[in-house]
């Protein structure tokens, strides 16, 4: 049951989803146990895309004038790359726009990832994806790209930003059908954009890449674990 009387709810979000279905379910769920009553005030420390799952900071009430600072905080990711295509998102939900078959072994892949991972703690430069929420000329990337989709244009001024890696480990490698799939844990700062980071792994290891799978674990000291889990749906 969520405690109501907290300032802070975490929230593990489920596959498939929005941020703001996430929270107008729970407006909805607070109104079927207050008696039809309208929620407190309700936001969010930072969105996750409808294909990512794991934890989310809620403020409730008075609690959503501390998203600020919360906004801020590190971040911990685990992330599947698939290696042998880019997509038009940065992620399965886009067209594929380049592929090639991964024929390298399991233990080959891991040594040249392992290897490419020892350069990318840091402050990387890198594009940030086309479908991101980034504002150029005062409108969102991703409302750019999806009108680019219906005209045939092509996005264009995609930004660049600093990113900064605190840490990153290789935690597996799988084959097959073509393609290999990497399974990475991130530690980064705040605006670090994780589909950014798998194009660039693709790039350093010579292989178009795109984000597979994405599940947010940590927010700061904020752990998935304790997290009220949503079920699947809308």
């Known amino acids: 049951m969520i405690d109501w009387e907290q300032e802070l709810l975490l929230i593990d979000k ?6 703001f279905d996430v929270i107008r379910r729970l407006r909805r769920m607070y109104s079927d146990t207050h008696g039809g009553a309208k ?3 309700l936001g969010h420390a930072g969105t996750l895309d409808p294909l ?5 900071l ?8 501390k998203l600020g600072e919360l906004i801020k905080l590190d ?10 295509e880019t997509r038009t998102t940065g992620d399965l939900e886009g067209e594929i726009v380049e592929e090639c ?14 290897a490419s991972l ?5 402050v990387q430069t890198l594009p940030v994806s086309a479908y991101s929420a980034i504002k150029v000329d005062g409108v969102p990337m991703y409302k750019r790209a999806r009108k680019a989709e219906i005209t045939g244009d092509t996005v264009i001024n995609i930004p660049m930003r600093d990113m900064t890696v605190h840490a990153v480990e290789l935690q597996g490698v799988t084959t097959g059908g073509g393609r290999a799939v990497a399974t990475l844990r991130f530690n980064v700062a705040s605006g670090t954009y994780i589909r950014s980071l798998a194009e660039e792994l693709g790039r350093r290891l010579g292989y178009p890449a795109t984000l597979q799978n994405l599940r947010r674990t940590q927010v700061g000291e904020y752990k998935v674990e304790d997290a009220y889990t949503l079920s699947a749906g809308k």
């Open 52 to 56: 990512a799952t794991g934890l989310m």
């Open 39 to 41: 929620a407190p005030k």
């Open 101 to 114: 078959e991964v024929s390298e072994d399991v233990a080959t892949l891991e040594e040249k990832i392992r």
């Open 75 to 84: 971040k911990e990711y685990i992330a599947e790359v698939r290696l042998g």
């Open 14 to 19: 489920p596959h498939g989803v929005t941020s």
């Open 58 to 65: 809620l403020g409730v009430g008075k609690g959503t004038k």
């Open 118 to 122: 020892q350069t990318f703690t840091g």
